[in-house]
Structure formats: C-alpha cells, structure tokens
C-alpha cells in the first residue's frame, strides 16, 4: 500500500491524523482508557495533556471567580469544566460565564451558543492561550474571550468573531478596567484578578 508522506522540514514528516470526536473521546472516558486522574482536554480532534496546575494559577481562578460571582445573577460559572465548542473540541477553560441551566447541565455539558464568556489564565501556557485556543473559540463564535496573562500583568481581550478569529483585540495593563460584553453594568478591575503588587 502507497502512503502519501509530506516533508514539513528536513527529518520531520507529517502523517495524516485520525481525529477523535467528542463523543469517542467521552466514551474513553467512561470505558476507563482515559481515567479522572489524566489532566487532558480534546482540542482540534486531538487529546491534549494540561499543564499541571501551580498555586499562582489557582490564586488568580479563585481572585476572579469571585470577582464575577458577587455581581453576577442567573448565569452559571464554570471553573475548569468542559463545555462542548464543536464536534471536534471539548475544552476545559479555567472560567467560563454561561447561560443559566436550571438541572446546572446535569445531562450534558454546555455548548458554544451558551457561553457568554471563556477566560483562560496564563502562567506557563500564554502561547497556546493566544493562538490555539483564541482560534478556537472564535470559530465558535464565542462572543468574548479574555487571557490573562500573569507574569505580564495583562489581560488580552478578544471580541467580535467573524468564525475564523476575533475582530478586535484589546490589551489592558493593571491599571485598567473593563465590562464584559453580556454584562455592561459589570466593571472589573484588572488589578484585583492578580496577586498583589505589595505581598
């Protein structure tokens, strides 16, 4: 049998991929070849191993997790749970602000028309969060999509999808505030989702 190899760069080849699907790659889960211990995520078709998690990332999900949680009212906030983007893509945000579910999606996991807002926090993952992940949510059309970025004390803020990738792109220093798009009469504080600059 012939197969077609393309040379990317010189002793690197690229092989065609079998891509899993949501549903295939839940199955795994629930037959036990993935296993709760994994930290992995589906991206592209692809399973994705997280990167372990330090205490300056969980500090910053708690900060603005309860940034969020003491102004908003029916909606649901997800913490590193999956919400279905596309056929192909399961990913586990580390906050996601969704569309209120009255059983809090007992019988299945959000999908992309029920986001309001995805927010990844980025240490050690900024790359990924910029490029990969941005691309993805936007071909969901996700209406708004915030990274921020730790060490940088910055947040990057994505908005207006045309399905490909985020019209308008913002990057607010720590002295700098904003509203989410769903949510006008919310402002918040870049400072106060970061460790403080006296501690």
Known sequence: MNMLITETSPNVYSLPLRLLTVREYNLMAEVG?????????????QIITMSPQGSFHAAAITR????FTKDFNQVLIRLQ???????????EPDIAIVKYDSLDYDDR?????????????????LKTDLEVKR???????????????LKQRQLYVYRESNSQDYQTTMILSDQ?????????????KVSEMLRPLNS
């Open 64 to 67: 603005t997790n309860r940034l």
């Open 33 to 45: 070849i993935l296993t709760h211990q994994e930290k992995v995520e589906l991206i592209n078709g």
């Open 176 to 188: 700098e505030s904003i509203s989410p798009l769903n949510f006008p009469e919310t402002e918040i």
């Open 109 to 125: 996991h959000p999908n992309a028309t029920e986001v309001y807002l995805i927010i990844e926090i980025a240490d050690t993952t």
């Open 135 to 149: 691309q993805l949510y936007a071909s969901a059309n996700i209406p708004e999509y915030w990274v921020l970025d």
């Open 81 to 91: 749970l999956p919400i279905i983007v596309n056929d192909f893509s399961q990913p």
